[in-house]
Structures are given as structure tokens and as C-alpha cells.
């Protein structure tokens, strides 16, 4: 006699080996959602990362000469003033640019926000 022909329910040891293959599965799956979403973040982590070098790079070529520009220009007028008028200008714009930045990290595109979803059921599930 088989065990497909016997009618008895399944024991304690076969009880527990479905719920621990259950378990794998879930794990398992969990795992595939979650490196599902990790290329996801790191294509958008590269663009960021691509974008901002672009940015800084160029950025940095026309600041040096809209500097070398504008100090030339206003050297005979205001002399030696123009320097720090042109610190706190930078500064601003390097302060503006952070809040950019972090505007950006704000909105959520690196949260992995279906797989966090997901362990957040399971775990008031299995609670």
C-alpha cells in the first residue's frame, strides 16, 4: 500500500516538511522580487550618478569663466569686492544643488518600495 492510497492526513514530519518547502518557495521568491527591484534602483542610481558628473562638469567649466568674465569686467569698478560677491553666489548655487540632490533621493525611486510591501505582509501574516 502507497502513501497515495492511503486515506489518513499526512503526519507531524510530512506536515512540517510542506510548511518548511512553503517556506523556502516564499523566500525564494521574495529574494526574485527583491533583485527584480535592485536593477531597477541601480539604473536609476547610474543615471543619477551619470547626470551629476555631467552636471558638476560642465557646471564647473561655466563657472570658471562667467568668474574669469565677470572679475575682468568688474575689477576696475569695484576692485577687490567683487570677490566675495562671487563666494556667496557659489555658495548659494552649491547650496541649491544639494537641495536638489536630496529632492531627488526623496522621491522614492531607490525604496524598493513592492518588496518592502511584500515583507511587510508576510510579516503580520506570520504574526
Known sequence: MTQEDDPRPPGLIASLGLVTRNA????????????LELAEVR????????????AV??????????????????????????????TVVFLLVAIGLM????????????ALPATMAELKSDRDMLL
Open 24 to 35: 523556502i518557495a516564499l523566500v525564494l521568491n521574495r529574494l526574485e522580487l527583491a533583485a
Open 43 to 54: 539604473n536609476h542610481l547610474l543615471q543619477l550618478v551619470l547626470v551629476f558628473a555631467l
Open 57 to 86: 562638469l560642465l557646471g564647473g567649466f561655466a563657472l570658471i569663466y562667467a568668474s574669469v568674465t565677470l572679475v575682468y569686467l568688474a575689477w576696475a569698478a569695484i576692485g577687490w569686492v567683487i570677490l566675495p560677491i562671487i
Open 99 to 110: 537641495l536638489y540632490a536630496r529632492a531627488l533621493i526623496r522621491s522614492g525611486k531607490l
